[in-house]
């Protein structure tokens, strides 16, 4: 049946949802459900979440129309990564669109440790151009986001980041997630050489200035929260050697993201504790 009919029977509220592993509609009052999932099929299992009780009961038969089915995977027809799945079979739900809208057909892929998480089509919603992923990783992972251009190839960097969390929800159809393109993602470097990595007791970075200036570094937890935010002048070029001993000893053993700022590069470096 198609997810209008299936689920005719319930009392949908703004931000409701219904997904499988790798598809999910989100319900809105103006327009019904949106999304990349548009049937439900005998034998398949779904995930559910809504804002109000409700006693779900399936119409009996479907009509005549309803039984003319949606391939939703049209994507299939274009040349693209491989998706990966998360081994648990969990997924997050993110409904985002772009600071800036583009020209021309554009994909958002999600990536999680340089693997390819979702791909996701831009829809239309309430003259909104909206991309619903359903992104699985593993925990702890960082997902970051690409725009592809179908017709040149090309791939655009996305500048924000998300902590993946399980069955979350992030954004919904009336404030999505608003992503913006890295402007500056010719000059996002990975130069920094990180001695030891998985560290303990400190850490060593040997960081490449090309001129003089100061040098700025913060170190995040995967759920975004400040744990070191330092600054340093250095007036010299070359290689420039920072030593972290002492700033670290409050940190937990797990994953860390540590970004660095200067002369205009930005880098960032994923570090584990021991």
């Not at 999932?37 to 005549?64: H, K, N, V």
């Not at 089509?121 to 960082?142: F, M, R, V």
């Not at 030593?243 to 205009?264: F, H, K, P």
Request: with cysteine; proline share 3%; hydrophobic share 40%.
């Amino acid at each position: 049946m198609t997810l209008q009919e299936a689920l005719v029977g319930m009392n949908p509220q703004d931000g409701d949802l219904i997904k499988t592993e790798n598809y999910f509609a989100m319900y809105s009052s103006n327009v019904g459900w949106v999304g990349s999932l548009s049937e439900m099929i005998p034998g398949q299992g779904y995930m559910m979440y809504s804002s109000a009780d409700a006693t779900l009961e399936f119409p009996i038969r479907a009509s005549l129309n309803s039984r003319a089915t949606k391939d939703n995977d049209d994507l299939l027809q274009i040349d693209l990564p491989e998706i990966v799945s998360a081994k648990d079979g969990h997924n997050m739900s993110i409904v985002a669109t772009l600071k800036e809208p583009l020209s021309g057909e554009k994909l958002l892929v999600a990536y999680a440790d340089g693997e390819v998480r979702c791909i996701a089509e831009l829809i239309d919603s309430n003259n909104k151009g909206l991309y619903l992923l359903t992104a699985s990783a593993e925990l702890d992972q960082i997902l970051t986001f690409k725009i592809f251009d179908i017709e040149t190839g090309e791939y655009l960097a996305i500048s924000e980041e998300m902590n993946y969390q399980v069955d979350a929800i992030v954004g919904n159809l009336i404030q999505p997630v608003i992503l913006s393109l890295d402007n500056d993602s010719e000059h996002v470097l990975n130069e920094t050489l990180v001695a030891p990595n998985p560290f303990d007791e400190f850490l060593t970075l040997d960081v490449p200035m090309l001129s003089t200036g100061s040098i700025k570094l913060v170190m995040t937890d995967l759920n975004g929260r400040t744990l070191l935010n330092k600054e340093l002048f250095n007036d010299e070029t070359g290689m420039l050697r920072i030593r972290l001993d002492s700033e670290l000893n409050n940190l937990n053993a797990g994953l860390y993201i540590l970004t660095l700022s200067y002369n205009g590069i930005i880098e960032r470096i994923k570090l584990k504790k021991q």
